[in-house]
Each structure stands twice: as C-alpha cells, then as structure tokens.
Nanobody, 124 residues
Framework: LQLVESGGGLVQAGGSLRLSCTASGATFEHYAIGWFRQEPGKVREGVACISHRGGNTNYGDSVQDRFTISRDNSKNVVYLEMSDLKPEDTGTYYC??????????????????WGQGTQVTVSS
C-alpha cells in the first residue's frame, strides 16, 4: 500500500485547509487510516483516525471539534478538513494505514504504512 498526502500549505490563524491522502497498491477499504503530525524535535502526535468504511472516527483532544476526518473508498482517498487553525497546528502531516480490526488508535506504532508527509504552516 502506497500513500500520498497533499493539500498542505501556509494559512493564517483562523483559516481552513483540507488535506488528502490518496492510496494505491492494495484494497483500500481493508485499512483503517490515521492522520498524524510532527514538528522537528517533537514526538509524532495522533490527530485523527477513521475505520475501514468510515463508520467510526477518533480525534486527538487538541483538534476535537475543529478537524473532521472522512473517506471516500470509491476514490481511495481520506480527507482531513481542518478549520479554525492555530499556530500550534503547524507541522508535517502524515497519513498512515493499518490492517486488521478497527481500534481507535492514535499511536504511530500501531500503523504499518506511511506517506511522505505534507507541510502545514499556520501563521499568527
């Protein structure tokens, strides 16, 4: 399974962005997908995750009520809609996939496949 993130960029605080994670090389709906972010020198943080067919989601406390994760299995894409962005949302955003049963994990070690990341910068 290959994952490619897109949609990052520079945005002012209070603004919005939509990230996409496009998958190829395997049956997409066999995988739960997670979004993570990381700043240099910091631990990779779980942002959101979604189950194989999109019926279950989980969010990190810092993004609850501001970010929305969704997926379109017909297009092999997972989206992360980010609104009311804050400077502390700055980082490289990665999507990741894991097979097997659904668990609402936001722990990087539980995911097997990773994209290369897309940069999000929120200016104050």
């Amino acid at each position: 399974l290959q994952l490619v993130e897109s949609g990052g960029g520079l945005v002012q605080a209070g603004g919005s962005l939509r990230l996409s994670c496009t998958a190829s090389g395997a049956t997409f709906e066999h995988y739960a997908i997670g979004w993570f972010r990381q700043e240099p020198g910091k631990v990779r943080e779980g942002v959101a995750c979604i189950s194989h067919r999109g019926g279950n989601t989980n969010y990190g406390d810092s993004v609850q009520d501001r970010f929305t994760i969704s997926r379109d299995n017909s297009k092999n894409v997972v989206y992360l809609e980010m609104s009311d962005l804050k400077p502390e949302d700055t980082g490289t955003y990665y999507c990741a996939a894991r097979g097997g049963n659904w668990y609402p994990w936001l722990v990087p070690e539980r995911y097997d496949y990773w994209g290369q990341g897309t940069q999000v910068t929120v200016s104050s």
